[in-house]
Every structure is written in structure tokens, then in C-alpha cells.
């Protein structure tokens, strides 16, 4: 399920993320009831997604949420196509913006994918939320600016950098929805990884038995990374990560893979210093 931001009306929709002057519908009045808020609208928006994923997020279940009908909702929020844009800039605004740069920049930038990766494994509904049209909200822009702060002080040209920022972006947002997808696999199935592996790889093993012949590489890439870090990934050098059994095993492979490709890229980032040096 992808959604697109930006269906809205445009001035409404961005007046509304702005929180410009008279977007956010009617004052407060007197009454056994208080007045609804945008804010209050997209919290709940939020817990509804959260609690249930984006398929179940509808005005009418956020109205339900806040003892209202749907339709008291459209006074301040025209639809839910503005929802979305609502819910998901509110959102980001859980993100850290203040590293500490004393360190390095190479120290901050890792605390920063691991924040955002944790963030959206929270929030896996953001990731539904397509990035071919971005919100343009300000937590999103703050969001952005944080890591952009944090890669200047590489000292590479915005030309290299531009490209880094979105490299990095579509790299933790890529891991983090492989988690994502896992989790909501197994609750929509009912059926564990473990469970799905071992009865595909059994029939795959029954018609193709000349596996190994046709895919000798693929076979020697499970077989020496196995060895390398053991079975049971105790003695994984790639990952800081300690072993946790009650974690799946395709989460546990993601959260190495997250690891290691984050050191991979910011090895690629240094290098890049040192051939602009």
C-alpha cells in the first residue's frame, strides 16, 4: 500500500503544515465538549495508524478515537489526504536534530541513521508515505536539515553532497521497511520466517536438485558467510549487535546488513574526503 502526499488542495494542505495564521479552523467555544484542534486530529490520526496500520486509518476511525463523528473533523481538516501529509510531518518531528559534532562527523552521522532507522520502526506506517512527492512540511525540512548540518562538516563540495543525503536517506528508510515488511508479513499470514523458510527451502531443495550446480556462487556466499560469523551470529564481526534469539531471524539479518552497509557507505564517504584532499 503506497500513498502519495500532496493530494490536497495545494494552499490548504500547506497551510495547514505551516500552521499558517487561520488554517487551523474554528477558536475554541464554550460547551460540555472541547473545541477539536488540528493537533489533536493528527495525534489521534497517529495512534490510529500506529495501533493499526494505514488500511485502517479513515476520518471516521480518527473521529471515533476522539468521541466525534467524521464530519466534525472536515472543519479542520478537509480530508484525508491532508491527514496524511499532517500525520506524517507531525511525526517526524520525534527526530533528534542536536549531534554533537566533537566526536566526528562519522560518529553523529551513525547516531543519526540509527535514530531515524528506530523511528521508523515505530511509525512503520511513514514508510507507506511514497517519497516520489515529498510533503514539504517543516518537520520534514528539519529533518533534513539536520543531516545536511551534519555531512557539511565532511567539508565536500554540495554537489557530492546532495547526492550523500540521499544516498543515506534511502538507505536506512530501505532497511528499516525490510523489518517493517517482515513483522507485517508474519501478523498477516501467520506463519514466522522460520516457519515459511524451512517448508519453501524443503520443497525447493525436492525440485531443483541440481541447485548447487545451476547457482554455485549464491551457494558460496551462504556457506563462507555462514562460517564466517557462525550460525547462531555470536561471533558476527560485521555487527556490534549481541545475539538475540527472540528476535526473528530476517530482523536480525536486516539489523546486520543495516550495520554493515551504514559502515560501508561512510567508508565511501571518507575515502571520497580523502580523494578531494
Not at 540521499?166 to 522460520?194: M, N, W, Y
Request: zero cysteines; hydrophobic letters at 45%.
Amino acid at each position: 500500500m503506497v500513498l502519495f502526499a500532496g493530494q490536497g488542495d495545494p494552499h490548504r494542505s500547506m497551510s495547514l503544515l505551516w500552521r499558517k495564521e487561520g488554517s487551523a479552523g474554528p477558536r475554541s467555544a464554550p460547551g460540555p465538549k472541547p473545541a477539536l484542534s488540528v493537533d489533536a486530529i493528527v495525534d489521534a490520526g497517529i495512534a490510529v495508524a500506529d495501533a493499526e496500520g494505514m488500511a485502517a486509518l479513515s476520518m471516521r476511525a480518527v473521529g471515533e478515537r476522539l468521541g466525534r463523528t467524521a464530519m466534525a473533523l472536515y472543519t479542520y481538516v478537509p480530508s484525508k489526504s491532508e491527514l496524511v501529509d499532517l500525520m506524517y510531518d507531525h511525526a517526524l518531528a520525534e527526530l533528534p536534530t542536536d549531534y554533537d559534532l566533537a566526536p566526528g562527523w562519522r560518529a553523529a552521522v551513525t547516531s543519526w541513521a540509527e535514530d531515524t532507522w528506530e523511528f521508523y520502526l515505530r511509525h512503520p506506517w511513514v514508510l507507506q508515505v511514497s517519497q516520489a512527492r515529498p510533503v514539504l512540511g517543516p518537520n520534514e525540512y528539519g529533518a533534513l536539515e539536520t543531516v545536511v548540518r551534519l555531512l557539511y562538516a565532511t567539508e565536500l563540495p554540495s554537489a557530492a553532497l546532495r547526492r550523500i543525503v540521499g544516498t543515506l536517506f534511502h538507505f536506512v528508510r530501505g532497511s528499516a521497511q525490510t523489518v517493517a515488511e517482515a513483522r507485517l508479513a508474519a501478523a498477516a499470514t501467520g506463519v514466522s520466517d522460520e516457519e515459511w523458510w524451512q517448508s519453501r527451502s524443503t520443497v525447493l531443495g525436492e525440485v531443483v536438485p541440481d541447485f548447487s550446480d545451476r547457482f554455485p556462487l549464491v551457494i558460496r556466499l551462504e556457506t563462507e558467510g555462514v562460517a564466517h560469523h557462525g550460525t547462531d551470529g555470536a561471533n558476527d564481526t560485521d555487527s556490534s549487535a549481541p545475539y538475540d534469539d527472540s528476535v526473528p531471524y530476517l530482523e536480525r539479518e536486516a539489523k546486520t546488513t543495516f550495520e554493515v552497509g551504514l559502515a560501508v557507505i561512510l567508508d565511501g564517504i571518507e575515502a571520497t574526503i580523502h580523494k578531494a584532499g
